[in-house]
């Protein structure tokens, strides 16, 4: 083995092989890392809330608090075969089209922000400077803050069309065809989705990036905790890990307009009439706000997983199926020109017109 003396993994294998070792790692120690959903103090600090729910629930004598436990895995949850196919569909999707989507996605990003802004700007963009002192702290954060916006704004974009638009949806579907959720659910996503994720904010924030590098001539480093981008951490120490529960919480007010709280997702996935299309925002609630999508309950009477009869979720049963399965579908709505059975869909120019059209107007 002498021949390979001197060279590092990088230098032996591929990239993309690397990328692929990297992200397996990951999947499988996904409690080890602060990057991922599902890092240790996550879900504890998730436990914690749960907790302060539990408590408040067992005072008011509901039968859902006889103990911690039986509230954290009831069995109408964990008997349900919706719950035992995350977990499978977890590993398989991971390991599969999750790797590939997203790998194609941000090469194409990358490809695309190269063209716009040229390959000086995003050379330039590899050059990260940690600042310091007062002016450095306010230039970073102004950066961060920047950069959570437009990437945010184009995740809730792209989350209104995957709803609104024919095909999009036939494989969005997937993420709410779970019928009960856990932790573990959020993953449940197809690589179309991913794709469609990791290419429209790659470009966005790359082209963030870049501009900042060509204007200020260096990229600034981010504020890290514990290895994840401060704003990353904080979003997910709130309980994130109960936003794909059977966890109610909101925050009290009007606070639930402002800061993401496990309810407001949790809308989102209901199947409900009055809950359809509503609170797509992943961080920045006030984009439902702004754009009049924004909606929530009091409590979580009427919430109910899943999707509509009409989109067929029962078919959705297995890794397989819920892979292959939206390309028939998708296929079978551009062939026949069918829109989603879904009030508001009528097609990508109307729903992106309907959605500028509910921005407040000024005068």
Excluded at 164 to 171: C, G, N
Excluded at 304 to 314: I, L, M, S, Y
Aim: charge should be positive; include cysteine; aromatic fraction near 16%.
């Amino acid at each position: 083995m002498d021949i390979l003396a001197g060279y590092s993994v990088e230098d032996v294998l591929p990239g993309y092989v690397i990328s692929f070792l990297v992200n397996l790692r990951e999947t499988i120690l996904a409690p080890l890392f602060a990057d991922n959903r599902l890092y240790y103090l996550y879900i504890l600090s998730s436990l914690a809330f749960a907790y302060v729910v539990y408590r408040r629930l067992r005072k008011a004598g509901s039968d859902e608090a006889k103990s911690f436990r039986s509230f954290l895995f009831p069995k109408r949850v964990w008997s349900h075969p919706s719950a035992w196919l995350d977990l499978r569909y977890y590993f398989f999707h991971h390991i599969t089209g999750f790797f590939v989507a997203t790998f194609i996605g941000s090469m194409a990003a990358g490809s695309v922000v190269a063209m716009i802004v040229g390959l000086d700007a995003v050379s330039a963009s590899s050059q990260v400077r940690t600042l310091t002192g007062w002016e450095g702290f306010g230039i970073t954060m102004a950066f961060m803050i920047v950069g959570l916006v437009v990437a945010d704004f184009t995740a809730f974009y792209m989350h209104y069309l995957q709803h609104k638009i024919p095909v999009l949806w036939q494989f969005h579907k997937v993420h709410h065809s779970a019928e009960v959720m856990h932790p573990i659910s959020n993953f449940r996503e197809h690589p179309v989705d991913n794709f469609a994720y990791s290419l429209t904010i790659g470009i966005t924030y790359g082209l963030l990036v870049a501009l900042t590098a060509k204007w200020l001539g260096y990229v600034p480093d981010m504020i890290w905790l514990l290895g994840a981008p401060v704003f990353m951490f904080l979003f997910n120490f709130m309980g994130y890990n109960l936003r794909h529960s059977h966890v109610w919480l909101r925050w009290p007010g009007r606070w639930s307009m402002v800061f993401p709280s496990p309810a407001h997702h949790q809308v989102h996935h209901s199947c409900h009439p009055d809950h359809l299309d509503k609170n797509f925002a992943f961080i920045l609630p006030l984009w439902d706000v702004l754009f009049g999508t924004y909606v929530m309950p009091e409590d979580n009477r009427d919430v109910k997983f899943g999707v509509t009869e009409k989109d067929r979720g029962g078919e959705l049963n297995s890794c397989l199926r819920l892979y292959f399965l939206p390309f028939r579908d998708a296929w079978r709505v551009l062939r026949k020109g069918k829109a989603k059975p879904a009030p508001a869909a009528r097609g990508s120019e109307t729903a992106i017109a309907e959605l500028s059209d509910r921005v407040p107007r000024q005068g």
